[in-house]
């Protein structure tokens, strides 16, 4: 019973780091801040083109960030927003998602999921490490879940570094109507 109790305890200890330890798996916690400008980058989408931040000015963008294509998390995530694109483009936002896999494993999650909005690739972790959103596992790094809501000057509004993707979607919208006024413009 005692070597019961023990692994039972050593297993709640290692769920209690995990839970609490995974943020210093992150880079050095220096997301860009509210009120402060997003920054600019440029990478390849699942078409194989280029998309900048920049090409998005005179909108509200959703930059968000997730660990990998066809994991159940980061495919409910993208289907909520998929779920939530026409609300999106009644705000004039659109949906921007980041990950480390290649354009190729982006294209076919798009095609297999129903995606119709731009996934990046950023498989240097130039642009996820810009927005200390980089978990990094020794020799694998992987894009944190985080997003970064951006108004139409370029200036982060919102950070969400505790995303579940289930709400997540709703809680951006939500967000997306306070700092517009309440009113979709």
């Not at 294509?69 to 609300?87: I, K, P």
Request: hydrophobic share 40%; charged share 25%.
């Amino acid at each position: 019973m005692n070597m019961k109790m023990a692994k039972i305890e050593v297993g709640a200890l290692l769920l209690v780091v995990l839970g609490l330890g995974i943020r210093g798996l992150r880079a050095d916690d220096k997301a860009p801040a509210v009120g402060t400008p997003a920054p600019d980058f440029t990478l390849n989408s699942q078409e194989s083109k280029p998309v900048s931040l920049h090409d998005f000015k005179g909108k509200w963008v959703v930059l968000y960030f997730y660990p990998k294509d066809f994991t159940s998390g980061c495919t409910v995530e993208a289907h909520n927003f998929q779920r939530d694109l026409a609300q999106y483009e009644q705000k004039h936002a659109v949906i921007v998602g980041v990950s480390v896999q290649d354009e190729d494993s982006h294209q076919k999650f798009c095609t297999k999921e129903g995606l119709s909005f731009k996934l990046l690739a950023d498989t240097k972790t130039e642009v996820s490490a810009q927005y200390d959103s980089v978990m990094n596992f020794g020799v694998v790094k992987v894009s944190a879940r985080h997003t970064f809501l951006i108004d139409p000057e370029g200036v982060v509004r919102k950070v969400y570094l505790d995303v579940k993707p289930q709400q997540h979607s709703e809680e951006v919208l939500a967000a997306l109507t306070e700092l517009q006024g309440g009113a979709a413009k």
